[in-house]
């Protein structure tokens, strides 16, 4: 195995430097840069082509989740480990859904994280050892039971992009920055969205999504 080539992203100073300083006893990992919110993150993962990144879900300008759709969604090699301190399945489902090969509490050992990068590196998933696999299960079967979750499934991935960026609050001009796209093509996707959701408003979609778990209000909060 060659050097692992990691990117710290992280809103907080004192996180970042601990993980530094972590890797630093590691022959065969190399951190190659920091980011400190999701826009950050996302530039320097198209500039510095880490191998691997170590992602907060929560961060300001864009959150976690959006950081990883648009990781893969540009075909970026990189792979994706989520570190947070949210434990709930929701989360886990979401993060591995949008192509995240790892997710480590901040409450894990540092062995946790050190093994999921190194699984990332060889494209294998990892779970934190103080998560249990019964989250996910848990999830799946509520999935399944729960025929709401339908409409959102009929929705293309851009959709699904539009309509979690439109929960979280974000205006058509932001969204539009965020996916590189012009505010008329983000106003025909959010009209799509609602007609094939039952929706008339911007409360009725943040409404729909906290209900079926594709935003919950505290994910946003660190």
């Given at each position: 195995m060659g050097t692992i080539k990691i990117l710290i992203a992280d809103d907080h100073a004192i996180v970042r430097d601990g993980l530094r300083q972590?890797?630093?006893d590691?022959?065969?990992l190399e951190v190659i840069g920091e980011a400190e919110?999701?826009?950050q993150a996302l530039e320097k993962v198209k500039v510095l082509h880490p191998d691997v990144i170590l992602l907060d879900i929560a961060m300001p300008q864009l959150n976690?989740?959006?950081v990883i759709?648009?990781?893969k969604e540009s075909v970026l090699k990189t792979q994706i480990v989520v570190l947070s301190m949210h434990s709930k399945e929701t989360y886990v489902q979401q993060v591995l859904a949008a192509g995240a090969l790892g997710?480590?509490?901040k409450a894990s050992p540092s062995s946790d994280i050190l093994e999921a990068i190194r699984a990332a590196y060889r494209g294998e998933y990892f779970l934190s050892s103080?998560?249990?696999t019964e989250v996910i299960c848990a999830y799946a079967k509520r999935r399944k039971s729960n025929p709401v979750l339908g409409g959102y499934d009929l929705l293309s991935e851009r959709e699904q992009q539009v309509f979690r960026l439109v929960a979280q609050g974000n205006s058509t001009g932001q969204i539009g920055e965020i996916l590189c796209v012009s505010p008329k093509t983000v106003e025909?996707?959010?009209t799509s969205i609602m007609n094939k959701l039952g929706v008339h408003d911007r409360l009725g979609l943040m409404k729909y999504a906290i209900k079926i778990g594709v935003v919950d209000p505290d994910l946003w909060e660190d």
């Open positions: 972590l890797f630093s590691q022959k065969d919110d999701g826009k976690g989740l959006e759709s648009l990781i997710y480590v509490l103080k998560l249990r025909k996707h959010r």
